[in-house]
T-cell receptor
Framework: KAGVTQTPRYLIKTRGQQVTLSCSPISGHRSVSWYQQTPGQGLQFLFEYFSETQRNKGNFPGRFSGRQFSNSRSEMNVSTLELGDSALYLCASSPPRGPSTDTQYFGPGTRLTVL | AQSVTQPDIHITVSEGASLELRCNYS??????LFWYVQSPGQGLQLLLKYFSGDTLVQGIKGFEAEFKRSQSSFNLRKPSVHWSDAAEYFCAVGAGVVDNNNDMRFGAGTRLTVKP
C-alpha cells in the first residue's frame, strides 16, 4: 500500500500570499489530520477531517483552513502568510474504526518557507 | 485534554549501549500511547503503540516500551543502540474513542545522538 503523500514537498512564498498544501491519505483511510512543526513550538495539531467534515480543530487563527474531498484527499490553506508560518506541515491519516484505530500514519511533510 | 512530557531534550549514547527515553502523560481515561521517530527533514515513522493489554509492547527496529499506569509513564527502550538510530523521538498520547476524535498530543521530542 502506498503511504501518505504530500505535495509539494517544498514551497517558498512571501508575506501576504496564500498557499494550498495537498495530502493524499493511505487508501481506505478516511481520517486526515494536519500538524504544524516548528523548532520553537514543536508539533501542534491544526485540524482533523473525517468524511469531508472537520471533526476537531486546534488552536490556530482562522487564516488556517482545510477541507476534505469525497476521495478523502485533503487540502489545507493558509491565507495572508506571515513569517511565523514557516514550518514543516505534516499530514497524517488513520484507518477506519477498528483494532488499529487512532494510529496515525504520517506523510513526509511540506516544508513552507515564508520570506 | 491529554498532554505529554518528555523530560530529556537531548540524549547522547555510545553505539552498542542501551537506551531509555522517558515519556510521561496526563489523561483522565485509559490513554492511547505512541512513539514515533523522525529523521531530519522527514515525516514521522511509527515505532510502536499501546492501546490495551500487555503493558510491554514491542515495536520495529528492536524498540520496546512499557506502559506503567501508576507512574503515568510510557518509556521507550532499546538494548543496543545502532548509529542509524540517531534521530528525534516523539511520544504521543491520543484521546481515542473516548473523545471520538484524533486529536493527538505530542511531546517536545528527544534528540538522540549516537557516539561511535
Amino acid at each position: 500500500k502506498a503511504g501518505v503523500t504530500q505535495t509539494p514537498r517544498y514551497l517558498i512564498k512571501t508575506r501576504g500570499q496564500q498557499v494550498t498544501l495537498s495530502c493524499s491519505p493511505i487508501s481506505g483511510h478516511r481520517s486526515v489530520s494536519w500538524y504544524q512543526q516548528t523548532p520553537g513550538q514543536g508539533l501542534q495539531f491544526l485540524f482533523e477531517y473525517f468524511s469531508e467534515t472537520q471533526r476537531n480543530k486546534g488552536n490556530f487563527p482562522g487564516r488556517f483552513s482545510g477541507r476534505q474531498f469525497s476521495n478523502s484527499r485533503s487540502e489545507m490553506n493558509v491565507s495572508t502568510l506571515e513569517l511565523g508560518d514557516s514550518a514543516l506541515y505534516l499530514c497524517a491519516s488513520s484507518p477506519p474504526r477498528g483494532p488499529s484505530t487512532d494510529t496515525q500514519y504520517f506523510g513526509p511533510g511540506t516544508r513552507l518557507t515564508v520570506l | 485534554a491529554q498532554s505529554v512530557t518528555q523530560p530529556d531534550i537531548h540524549i547522547t549514547v555510545s553505539e552498542g549501549a542501551s537506551l531509555e527515553l522517558r515519556c510521561n502523560y496526563s489523561y483522565g481515561a485509559t490513554p492511547y500511547l505512541f512513539w514515533y521517530v523522525q529523521s531530519p527533514g522527514q515525516g514521522l515513522q511509527l515505532l510502536l503503540k499501546y492501546f490495551s493489554g500487555d503493558t510491554l509492547v514491542q515495536g520495529i527496529k528492536g524498540f520496546e516500551a512499557e506502559f506503567k499506569r501508576s507512574q503515568s509513564s510510557f518509556n521507550l527502550r532499546k538494548p543496543s543502540v545502532h548509529w542509524s538510530d540517531a534521530a528525534e523521538y516523539f511520544c504521543a498520547v491520543g484521546a481515542g474513542v473516548v473523545d471520538n476524535n484524533n486529536d493527538m498530543r505530542f511531546g517536545a521530542g528527544t534528540r538522540l545522538t549516537v557516539k561511535p
